[in-house]
């Protein structure tokens, strides 16, 4: 006879039944056993940190359709072939898309069932740096949450892991360490020892995504030795994909690791085709927003035009956050999108809103990281501001700022994920840069950066001739001839952009102005900056002083003057080029000092001559040039050429040069 006879609308929740001797029994502790031990896990679980959670639904797009081709293909080939190594750490700079392909990778994965378990890191709160260190909240519910997502992919384990937390629920809030241990090591182990074990056919891929920003840097580390520590300890094959910003912490694991072979690395700053990957889905986003947009039928001909599709591109500058927010500002249903990508381009400003403020957060939540920021602002105003191709090094910016060697490693150690820093063991004459056109123009805006970033450019540029000047006095008589051209350089462009302040006039009345213009034209061409330099000089007086800094270094320049005319071969066409530098024709009067010298040469039949005076110019005092930026300095060197006291040899005086002028006018006739 059947348990069940006669029985009318039976219902049965759980349980085991099984026969003995025709009985059947029903054993209520075997359908419970585990279950409690799971509820409990469930509750300390970040349920919006795992794939496809509806807390990151709208915040987790994938990659464009045709873009990032080359790293998911990398990805999977890692993830599919159990000969490589278990870890993968995928890394880059802020914004170059980290999170949009881990989350793409997810997706493929599990199409594929290779996806055991995932979790996204959220973005940090800012911590006080007093506050009691403790584990951050993520972090805590790390090893819980993956577990919690290993019973659900790999359901072998389901009983074990929640008979151990029945055993002992305190592993919930016990160290990673134990957790890792207890609920997926020994699970595992023990499902791969049993005879006929499906353990290696199962799904095999975690992946830990944005683990920078699971607290500070020692919490970073320390998940990535529990893990380390799994991975040597586990006999079913199980592999991580780790996607981080390079911070200082988890670079240091993973080149150990990649040193001894047990982690392979993919760095998204060198990936290739990320240009052109931009491009494509800028095209893309705009040719659909044509299509849809509610003023489609509206639109310009032929918009963007290529120069302003070419400067979003640019302005881009590898960053597909960049991309991405300039896009969704841009394609906003309420508004014209020509007009929105003027706000973007920064031809025309927004009243009312910011197109980066999700860029804008990012930014200043990395530098609320930083332990000193007015260091750090000194060498972004060098970052920023010095352009020298090679003169941004680490060992270059600490003696600058006088700092001690390793110092600009240090104070920029939480500063990888926007800056380009030379590691610790790498050669410290290496370029030290700016990551991403976007971070310069957060830095350069109040409005954007707030009153602790800002870095205003006159100021900046203050500071930087200030300490030019400082060291050029003191290095007047060392060896450093490299550094000293630099600092000289330095000298030279910042000064003409700094702001006059008492402080920096009192600096330029010390400087030995002939020294510096006789070193910057020993090694560079002296035709544009000195120029500036002279006019900027003009007016520019301290309180007390008779003379402004132009008078009071007059003696040096006009010894400069002598030895640039130096350079110009005498001879007719020397006379000539000196007499067309002190015309003085009115703005109205559309005529250059060029025009003139070659209608005075026109009969000189040796243009050889001519044409290499016209290159010593070019290079010396530009003579010739009537830049209408170089008015005041025509001018000066009309007045040093007049004055017999000064000009000696070179003297232009007026009824020379008149005389010659209108012979010249008159055979041209």
């Not at 999977?76 to 995928?90: G, I, K, R, V, Y």
């Not at 898309?97 to 055991?116: F, R």
């Not at 896009?327 to 020509?338: A, E, G, K």
Request: aromatic letters at 10%.
């Amino acid at each position: 006879m059947s348990f069940f006879d006669h029985s009318r609308n039976p219902v049965i929740s759980g349980g085991k039944f099984f026969a003995a001797q025709g009985n059947v029994y029903y054993n209520s502790s075997d359908a419970e056993s585990g279950a409690k031990g799971l509820e409990w896990l469930r509750q300390q679980v970040a349920h919006g940190a795992y794939y496809k959670s509806a807390e990151r639904y709208y915040n987790a797009p994938e990659c464009h359709p045709g873009t990032r081709e080359v790293v998911l293909k990398d990805i999977m080939e890692w993830a599919t072939n159990t000969n490589m190594p278990c870890f993968l750490w995928l890394h880059g700079s802020v914004g170059v898309g980290k999170s949009t392909i881990a989350h793409t990778v997810a997706g493929m994965l599990s199409k594929e069932s290779k996806l055991a378990a995932t979790f996204f890191f959220s973005p940090k709160p800012t911590i006080s740096r007093t506050s009691t260190p403790t584990l951050s909240d993520d972090a805590r519910r790390l090893i819980t949450t993956l577990v919690y997502q290993l019973v659900i992919s790999i359901p072998e384990i389901r009983d074990r892991v929640g008979q151990a937390i029945e055993n002992d629920h305190r592993l919930l809030f016990q160290s990673l360490e134990v957790q890792i241990r207890a609920l997926i090591v020994n699970p595992l182990n023990d499902l791969a020892n049993e005879e006929g074990s499906v353990a290696k056919s199962r799904p095999s891929v975690i992946i830990l995504d944005g683990l920078d920003q699971c607290g500070p840097s020692k919490d970073q580390r320390y998940v990535l030795d529990v893990l380390a520590g799994a991975v040597e300890a586990l006999t079913v094959p199980i592999s991580f994909l780790v996607v981080s910003r390079p911070e200082h912490s988890i670079r240091n694991f993973f080149s150990q690791k990649i040193t001894n072979s047990s982690a392979c690395y993919i760095d998204l700053n060198a990936a290739a085709n990320t240009r052109s990957d931009i491009v494509l889905f800028l095209r893309s986003k705009l040719d659909d927003m044509k299509q849809n947009h509610p003023s489609c039928d509206s639109f310009p001909l032929e918009w963007p035009d290529a120069q302003d599709f070419d400067t979003l591109v640019e302005k881009s500058s590898d960053q597909f956050i960049y991309a991405s927010t300039a896009i969704n500002f841009i394609c906003d249903d309420r508004y014209l999108p020509w007009e929105r990508l003027k706000v973007v381009l920064g031809l025309r400003r927004s009243e009312d809103e910011t197109p980066f403020g999700e860029l804008d957060a990012l930014y200043r939540g990395i530098f609320a990281e930083v332990a000193d920021i007015s260091k750090v602002r000194d060498i972004l105003n060098i970052l920023l501001f010095i352009q020298s191709s090679n003169s941004v090094s680490p060992s270059i910016i600490e003696l600058f700022l006088s700092y001690h060697t390793g110092a600009v490693q240090t104070i920029l150690c939480e500063l990888h994920s926007v800056l380009a820093v030379p590691t610790s063991g790498a050669d410290r004459s290496s370029p030290l840069r700016v990551l991403h056109m976007s971070l310069r123009e957060f830095l350069l805006d109040a409005t954007r950066a707030g009153l602790e970033l800002f870095i205003d450019a006159k100021i900046a540029h203050t500071r930087i001739t200030r300490l030019a000047v400082k060291q050029l006095a003191e290095s007047k008589e060392d060896g450093r001839g490299g550094y000293r051209q630099f600092l000289c350089l330095t000298f030279m462009k910042h000064c003409c952009k700094s702001h006059p302040s008492q402080e920096l006039i009192g600096d330029l009345y010390r400087v030995d102005l002939g020294l510096e213009l006789e070193w910057f034209s020993s090694n560079f061409s002296s035709s544009v900056l000195v120029p500036e330099l002279l006019i900027w000089l003009q007016g520019k007086r301290g309180m007390s002083a008779e003379k402004d800094l132009y008078q009071y270094h007059s003696r040096a320049i006009d010894h400069w003057f002598h030895t640039q005319l130096v350079h110009y071969p005498q001879s007719s066409s020397r006379f000539y080029i000196l007499v067309a530098a002190t015309l003085d024709f009115p703005p109205s009067f559309h005529v250059s000092p060029k025009a003139i010298f070659n209608l005075m040469t026109k009969s000189n039949h040796d243009t050889d001559e001519v044409d290499h005076l016209g290159a010593i110019d070019d290079i010396r005092l530009s003579l010739l040039s009537r830049k209408p930026e170089y008015q005041a300095y025509h001018k000066i060197l009309a007045l040093f050429l007049r004055d017999p006291s000064r000009a000696g040899g070179y003297l232009v005086c007026g009824s020379t040069y008149a005389v010659s002028l209108s012979t010249k006018l008159c055979k041209h006739e």
